[in-house]
Antibody, heavy 112, light 112 residues
């Protein structure tokens, strides 16, 4: 059974960074790209980008190129997203997702 | 970027009725490999999105056959033949033919 288990909620101060993890199981980690999706409170879904865990190659939506950094550790089958220079606009739930399977989401709250 | 336009934004419905959702893209979603990467998701309140349909018309494993997808090029439709209580929520279309991947704004299916 494919599972994507994300790390718990994060609180970050304005200007700081947070890093969220997504541990994959039930499939070969390097066979599929891992997407990351943002959902601001009460809003729709925004695609942040993806990483190909086999090669480490990434692609980002333009608005997230300076905000998000995607990495993957094939030894632990874990994908990561780091969000930098946090502002109130970054308060949201972040999902890791294969196209057919999604993590449970991680709430990031930016607060001083 | 490919703009995905979903209509209507809200769809009030009675249980047992048919529901129809529209998703239009600003350019063709036909990939050079012959596939069209258009998927439909349902997000129930407080949960992660769940995939219903992939590549226009393929029901994901376990999705009831009351859900059907159709379309081509830039114009796509999701239909529910008879709405049941567990179908309520927000429906999103996603294109992943082009980078960046893009979601529609969603259609909220709710009771009249």
């Amino acid at each position: 059974e494919v599972q994507l288990q994300q790390s718990g909620p994060e609180v970050g101060r304005p200007g700081s960074s947070v890093k969220i993890s997504c541990k994959a199981s039930g499939y070969t980690f390097t066979d599929y790209v891992m997407n990351w999706v943002k959902q601001s409170p009460g809003q729709g879904l925004e695609w942040i980008g993806w990483i190909d865990p086999e090669y480490g190659s990434t692609d980002y939506a333009e608005k997230f190129k300076k905000k998000a950094t995607l990495t993957a550790d094939t030894s632990s089958n874990t994908a990561y997203i780091q969000l930098s220079s946090l502002t109130s606009e970054d308060t949201a739930t972040y999902f890791c997702a294969l196209y057919s399977y999604w993590g449970q989401g991680t709430l990031v709250t930016v607060s001083s | 970027d490919v703009v995905m336009t979903q209509t209507p934004l809200s769809l009030p419905i009675s249980l047992g009725d048919q529901a129809s959702f529209s998703c239009r893209s600003s350019q063709s979603l036909l990939h050079s490999n012959g596939n069209t990467y258009l998927a439909w998701y349902l997000q129930k309140s407080g949960l992660s999105p769940q995939i219903l349909i992939y590549r226009i018309s393929n029901r994901f494993s376990g999705v009831p056959d009351r859900f059907s997808g159709s379309g081509s090029g830039t114009d796509f439709t999701l239909k529910i033949s008879r709405v049941e209580p567990e179908d309520l929520g927000v429906y999103y279309c996603l294109q992943h033919t082009h980078l960046p991947n893009t979601f529609g704004a969603g259609t909220k299916l709710e009771l009249k």
